[in-house]
């Protein structure tokens, strides 16, 4: 992706090569890789998830000077954020509405959100209480490592744009109606509404990418679909269990995460993203 020497957002804050402290939620071993596995770009009540999985354990991440690369990835995220930003912020003005820019921070290890506290392992994710999405970079090495999906930068600028879509469904109410519908109903059907409100995501991640064509390079779609397909449901039941079980799904089959993303990329308008139409 064409990004560098474009401008960066203000939004965007860097806690990597600085102590933690404190607790983090989520220790290592099995269950961080079973909460990587399940809640990867995982939307919706954050704090609830987080919650569930509070083995603490203490912090261990140290000062240290960032490295040349890992500067240049950092300056890459925010240069997508500001992508984001301009993109949402002229389709808000264009339905007559504000569009509230959310934060983006990036960490190491572990941080303290509004949401509760994690680890790495819980993957990036969109916090509503504070309005700001948490990713470790690093996370995208995993991606490629443990399930398979094509190197790049576009795969992360695609994990931010789905990530600032969970954003987008706060400020819409979209995401606050799934949590209040989801109350009063069964696991399977709180599952389903929970597939729709991902695809949602990757719809809106496509809507995005529709936005800025104009600074896309050749492969740059491929590695938004491989990273979308490896992080389908079905894909991670199969590589961690060696079965798959539809009932359980909560972010969707890895040909519906492709199918939404390419809805959004090939239309760019926000109006076909009803990804809760059949439900």
């Known amino acids: 992706m064409k990004w560098k020497g474009r401008q960066k957002s203000t939004n965007f804050e860097d806690r990597r090569g600085k102590s933690t402290g404190g607790k983090i939620a989520v220790g290592g071993g099995i269950i961080g890789l079973i909460f990587l596995a399940i809640q990867i770009f995982s939307g919706g009540d954050t704090s609830e998830i987080l919650n569930q999985l509070q083995n603490q354990m203490p912090a261990t991440t140290e000062d240290r000077e960032l490295t040349a690369a890992e500067l240049e990835l950092g300056d890459f995220a925010a240069t997508i954020l500001k992508d984001t930003e301009d993109t949402w912020n002229e389709i808000f003005a264009q339905n007559s509405a504000d569009y509230r820019e959310p934060g983006m921070v990036v960490f190491w290890d572990a941080v303290n959100t509004a949401c509760g506290s994690a680890s790495s392992a819980s993957g990036p994710f969109y916090c509503p209480g504070d309005e700001k999405v948490?990713?470790?970079?690093?996370?995208?090495?995993?991606?490629?490592?443990?399930?398979?999906?094509?190197?790049?930068?576009?795969?992360?600028?695609?994990?931010?744009?789905?990530?600032?879509?969970?954003?987008?469904?706060?400020?819409?109410?979209?995401?606050?109606?799934?949590?209040?519908?989801q109350q009063g109903?069964?696991?399977?059907?709180?599952?389903?509404?929970?597939?729709?409100?991902?695809?949602?995501?990757?719809?809106?991640?496509?809507?995005?990418?529709?936005?800025?064509?104009?600074?896309?390079?050749?492969?740059?779609?491929?590695?938004?679909?491989?990273?979308?397909?490896?992080?389908?449901?079905?894909?991670?039941?199969?590589?961690?269990?060696?079965?798959?079980?539809?009932?359980?799904?909560?972010?969707?089959?890895?040909?519906?995460?492709?199918?939404?993303?390419?809805?959004?990329?090939?239309?760019?308008?926000?109006?076909?993203?009803?990804?809760?139409?059949?439900?």
């Not at 470790?136 to 744009?161: K, N």
């Not at 809507?207 to 979308?228: C, F, K, T």
């Not at 490896?230 to 060696?242: C, E, H, L, N, P």
């Open 185 to 279: 109903m069964n696991q399977k059907e709180a599952n389903e509404l929970s597939v729709a409100l991902e695809l949602q995501a990757d719809f809106y991640a496509g809507v995005w990418a529709y936005h800025n064509r104009e600074y896309l390079e050749e492969g740059d779609i491929q590695e938004a679909l491989s990273a979308a397909s490896a992080v389908g449901d079905d894909a991670i039941q199969k590589q961690t269990s060696g079965r798959v079980i539809p009932d359980s799904f909560t972010h969707g089959t890895s040909q519906q995460r492709m199918d939404w993303f390419m809805q959004g990329y090939k239309s760019g308008d926000i109006s076909l993203g009803n990804t809760f139409g059949s439900r």
């Open 134 to 181: 948490y990713m470790d970079l690093r996370f995208f090495e995993e991606l490629r490592s443990r399930f398979g999906a094509q190197g790049g930068d576009f795969a992360i600028a695609y994990v931010i744009a789905h990530e600032v879509g969970h954003h987008v469904q706060h400020l819409t109410g979209t995401a606050g109606e799934v949590r209040n519908l």
